[in-house]
Structures are given as C-alpha cells and as structure tokens.
C-alpha cells in the first residue's frame, strides 16, 4: 500500500514506520490516523516482519494531534477523531509483534500517546515528553490518561497531565517512561540493535509473552497467572520450541521457523 505521510521499509526482518510529515512536526490529523491503522494491518500480515520500529522524520517524532484541524470541531467531530486515535493506537498496542519507539524529537500529546502504545521507548537525548493538553483547553484523547499512569505512577501521571509539563529525555528515563536515551546520532542504530536482538529468538514465544505482559496487566494476580500457564503450555505445542531445546542441549544457535 502507498501511504502519503508514512514511509514503511524493511530490513531483514526488521520494519521500519516512518511519520512523514516534517512540514507539520509529523502531526497528527484524521488522514495521518488512517494510514498509521493501515500500516499496523500491513505489518499485522507482513510474515516476513517480527519487529516494528516507530519514528518521526524531521526533528519531531510527532509533536501532537493536529491543531489546526481539532480548532474548528464541534463535540461530536472531536469524539469521533479521538475515537480515530484511539483505534490506530490501540491496533498497535495489541499487535503480537514488537513495537519499538524511536523517539527522536517532540512526543508531545498525541506523540506522547503513540510512543506510550509501543513496547518499548528508546529516546534521542534532544526527545521531549509531554501531555500538555489542557494549555488548550481539552484532555489528552488517544489515551494519555489512561496509559500514563501505568507507565509512571498516579501521582506523576497527575502531576504532568494537570500542569502540562514538558520533560526531557533524562528525566523520561528516571521516571520510567522510556527505556534506554541515546545520542541522537545513535537513536535509529540502538533501536534497531534491540529488535535484532528480539528478532533473533522464537517469535511464537516473543509473542506470547508480550500478549501474556498485555492481559495479566489489566487483570487481577489470579487470572494473570492462568494466562501466562495456558501460553507457556501452548509453546510446547510448536516447532520452535523443540527446536530451542535441542539446539541448546547440542551447545549450537537454535534455527527458529516461526512455526
């Protein structure tokens, strides 16, 4: 599929989503939206990918939800175009393959929102973070106040959704917001090292555990464990477990088919 603001390539079995946007810091407007859930349904059946990157061209990753548009929406507009965000996001976010985040400049509102729906956030030292929404008079709509908290805390998810607080890279990683910082030259070449080093093991097993992290946490210590028993009981069912095993009793790389 062609896109007009998103960029998809692919090295290996490394995919690379790329927010074309620069002229607009990579905004998010209802036709940017569209594309982002169309990307993921590529990726989704894409075999030959087991890792997705997520980046911004220009200096933004993405550095909000389209203002312009959003100014001249009635209530039943706006709903429908968080309801939009809301759907691509959390198409992303439940995808059985990895997503890692590539933040190399503004996560602001919305890019705060899409970087919070991937797996994991790796941060340029020039990213900034924020959900500064109610400087203009609304709350965060693709999800901010609800993934936030999980990442940092009540209380530090309050404190920066109530003031509007940009932080900086530094202070992301100290409160757990992203997972590794690096030297903006240096953000596509640690990304990409971390999906190489997931695309190297059993893609089933990667899989499962990312759906068994996902459920267990919105889920009671109980109903997380049966999850997690089912699944683990379930990789003994494929190929690449059996393959796994052997190949670590015989003191050799495995050979995993995905299968």
């Not at 953000?187 to 990667?206: D, F, H, P, R, Y």
């Not at 997690?228 to 095993?245: A, H, I, P, V, Y």
Request: glycine share 8%.
């Amino acid at each position: 599929m062609e896109f007009k603001h998103l960029i998809l390539n692919k090295e290996d079995n490394i995919g690379v989503l790329r927010i074309n946007r620069p002229e607009a810091m990579n905004s998010l407007n209802t036709e940017v939206l569209k594309e982002l859930l169309a990307a993921v349904e590529q990726v989704k059946n894409d075999e030959d990918i087991y890792v997705l990157i997520l980046t911004g061209e220009g200096k933004a990753f993405v550095a909000g939800a389209d203002i312009s548009e959003m100014s001249t929406m009635d209530s039943v507009q706006a709903r429908s175009f968080a309801e939009t965000g809301l759907k691509a996001f959390r198409e992303m976010e439940i995808m059985e393959k990895p997503v890692i985040a590539a933040v190399n400049g503004f996560a602001l509102g919305g890019g705060c929102e899409l970087a919070m729906a991937c797996d994991i956030r790796v941060a340029s030292t020039k990213a900034k973070f924020g959900q500064p929404e109610v400087g203009l008079g609304v709350t965060p709509g693709f999800g901010g106040t609800v993934r936030l908290s999980r990442h940092v805390g009540l209380a530090k998810a309050k404190e920066l959704i109530y003031t509007g607080s940009i932080i900086k890279a530094d202070e992301a990683l100290q409160i757990g917001l992203v997972n590794r910082v690096a030297e903006p030259e240096d953000l596509m070449g640690t990304a990409m090292e971390m999906a190489k080093m997931i695309a190297s093991n059993a893609q089933l097993a990667v899989r499962y555990s990312k759906q068994s992290i996902n459920r267990s946490f919105e889920t009671d210590m109980e109903t997380g464990m049966e999850i997690e028993r089912n699944l683990f009981g379930l990789c003994f069912s494929t190929e690449d477990q059996k393959e796994g095993m052997k190949a670590f009793g015989e003191k050799r790389r495995p050979e995993f088919k995905v299968k």
